[in-house]
């Protein structure tokens, strides 16, 4: 079977409900990304970045997946797929796909504040400000912050030179390292962009580019990966 990349971005789970990043003014629910998303944030005022993950949480459990995460899923008959990620929602794994890289973290799980490689299932929806680590210190969202290294990026740069079909799906690429992770993708290899706004890329070879939301565009593609593998 043929290795099919996936590299999707906050755009796939618009329809679900979920906001994208960078098409509401620099701000992500109403707070400037440096007050909540920074491990200077953290410092400042951990309750508060809490709370905005808590209520981030709470946003993502009561989303559903849409006609482009289980579209993807089914790729799975055929091509043997990894979808990489930027998105901390669990909503690929909850449509179906089984090799999801989640790229900067999820937040369905909490991670300890002072070693990031300690992770931990949540119960319900909220991280509480007493909770701690099996080493005593807080735990918080299980989420890359800005500033913070992103931890699987080069097992997804060899994922990427391995890619024989590629889809990139809702994503500015405005964002790195994982908009480097193109550059990774060889020559010959068929490359879709899905997303009514297809960013800049300079990729060497052919791009299909397909102008249209997600829950249209993607089980469009879909099915004409199934028809020519
Ligand atoms: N279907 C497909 N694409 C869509 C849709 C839709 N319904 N709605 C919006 N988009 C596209 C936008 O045109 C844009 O290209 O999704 C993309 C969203 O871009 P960003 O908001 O920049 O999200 P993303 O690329 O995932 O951001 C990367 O930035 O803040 C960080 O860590 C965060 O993982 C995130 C990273």
């Known amino acids: 079977m043929k290795n099919l990349v996936i590299l999707t971005g906050a755009g796939i789970s618009a329809e679900s409900g979920l906001k994208t990043f960078r098409d509401s003014d620099g701000l992500w629910e109403g707070y400037n990304i440096e007050d909540v998303a920074t491990p200077e944030a953290w410092q400042?005022?951990?309750?508060l970045v809490q709370q905005f993950y808590n209520e981030r949480r709470k946003s993502v459990l009561e989303a559903q997946p849409n006609a482009a995460h289980y579209a993807l899923a089914k790729l799975e008959e055929q091509y043997t797929v990894?979808?990489?990620?930027?998105?901390?929602d669990d909503l690929h794994e909850r449509a179906g796909s089984s090799n999801v890289v989640h790229l900067h973290g999820i937040i369905t799980r909490s991670q300890?504040?002072?070693n990031p490689q300690l992770t931990y299932p949540i119960n319900g929806w909220e991280i509480g400000m007493d909770e701690v680590c099996e080493?005593?210190?807080p735990?918080?969202?299980?989420?890359v912050w800005f500033g913070e290294a992103v931890p699987m990026i080069e097992a997804a740069a060899k994922i990427f030179m391995k890619a024989e079909v590629f889809m990139l799906v809702g994503s500015s690429l405005a964002v790195y390292p994982a908009a480097g992770l193109i550059n990774y993708i060889r020559r010959e290899v068929p490359k879709y962009i899905i997303d009514p706004k297809i960013p800049e890329v300079s990729v060497?070879?052919?791009v299909i580019a397909v102008r249209e939301r997600a829950t249209v565009g993607v089980p469009q593609v879909v099915e004409e990966l199934l028809k020519s593998y």
């Open 204 to 206: 060497r070879g052919e």
């Open 139 to 143: 735990l918080r969202a299980h989420v």
């Open 112 to 114: 300890s504040s002072v």
């Open 135 to 137: 080493l005593g210190s």
């Open 82 to 88: 990894t979808i990489i990620t930027q998105n901390i």
């Open 44 to 47: 400042r005022n951990p309750a």
